[in-house]
């Protein structure tokens, strides 16, 4: 990258590029800024005359950073918060007055445990913060966080690397499920009457097996899995129209099992529970929009 005159930079630019790498799109960035895209799209074209390179590329999926994009992005958005700071000292974030945009990844399984309780609590105390929640998963959630496609995630994902921060918001169990009046569900569910059901299984990739059939191998065991979905919240409807037996996360079934007729049980079997979590870039953290953001959500959370 060749050398910049500092006094040719107009900090505004640096705004656009912080939003241009963070959203992945002009339409998305102008949103976000409050601009038009043709004005966007003129602050990118003297961005890329400063740096001399063409920081984001047009491809099918939406703008790509160049290499020299990479390795600024993520320093922008702590500098920039940093330079706020410098610049408006006394001024704090106003939550009841604050306008923004924030886009957060989550699992059918997240929204529907955390997105209701979420939502009220910022029309409450923030309806300037306009949330746009983005189907994620396991697989997927680091991924958009990277491409910049999310600002937040939230639910069960792999460890990060040292370039995401991540905060434990609860440890979820397991629950066993069916109609009520299921024959096996009529007094305690015990091993053999669980594996002697039919069961429904929830796997977002497709995959017939997953955690409860990884520990029941290691007991020597198998259990008949007659149906697999990819979606948790069509589980319980399934559950109340025939005989299946789900396991699957406890606060996924419970609130279900008054408004479908459900009988819920523990597994007969012990299943080690998941951390539910929420990620963001660290480049993020100084973001005070979005540190409101995640302390929102972990105090949802702590109520769940």
């Known amino acids: 990258m060749h050398r910049i005159n500092l006094r040719s930079v107009d900090l505004n630019l640096l705004v656009v590029l912080d939003a241009l790498l963070s959203q992945r799109s002009v339409t998305r960035a102008a949103a976000r800024l409050h601009l038009t895209q043709p004005a966007v799209s003129h602050a990118l074209a003297r961005l890329r005359a400063l740096f001399d390179d063409p920081l984001l590329l047009r491809t099918p999926a939406g703008l790509v950073p160049t290499a020299t994009a990479d ?3 993520p320093r922008l958005s702590s500098v920039l918060a940093e330079i706020g700071g410098l610049l408006a000292p006394d001024e704090t974030f106003d939550p009841a007055t604050a306008r923004r945009h924030v886009t957060v990844g989550m699992s059918d399984y997240a929204a529907f445990v955390v997105l209701p309780a979420l939502a009220a609590k910022l029309r409450e105390i923030a309806p300037g913060i306009a949330l746009v929640v983005k189907h994620t998963s396991h697989v997927r959630g ?14 069960s994902f792999p460890k990060p690397p040292a370039r995401f ?9 397991f629950a066993c499920a069916a109609r009520n009046g299921h024959p096996a569900f009529s007094r305690t569910l015990g091993p053999k009457a669980y594996l002697a059901c039919d069961h429904l299984h ?15 191998r290691k007991r020597k ?9 990819g979606h948790f919240l069509v589980a319980p409807q399934i559950l109340a129209a025939t ?3 789900a396991t699957e996360p406890t606060r996924l079934l419970i609130p279900h099992a008054a408004q479908l007729g ?22 993020l953290d100084a973001d005070p929009a979005l540190a409101f953001l995640r302390d929102t959500v972990a105090a949802v959370a702590k109520r769940l």
């Open 221 to 229: 065991h198998r259990r008949n899995v007659a149906l697999t979905v």
């Open 202 to 216: 929830v796997s977002l990739s497709g995959e017939p097996s997953g955690v409860v059939d990884a520990v029941l």
């Open 262 to 283: 459900l009988a819920v049980r523990p597994p007969p079997f012990a299943i080690p529970s998941f951390p539910v979590v929420q990620m963001w870039p660290r480049r």
């Open 142 to 155: 680091l991924a958009d966080l990277e491409a910049g496609e999310a600002e937040l995630i939230v639910g």
């Open 71 to 73: 390795k600024i992005a």
């Open 165 to 173: 921060s991540a905060q434990l918001l609860f440890e979820e169990g």
């Open 243 to 245: 005989d299946l037996v």
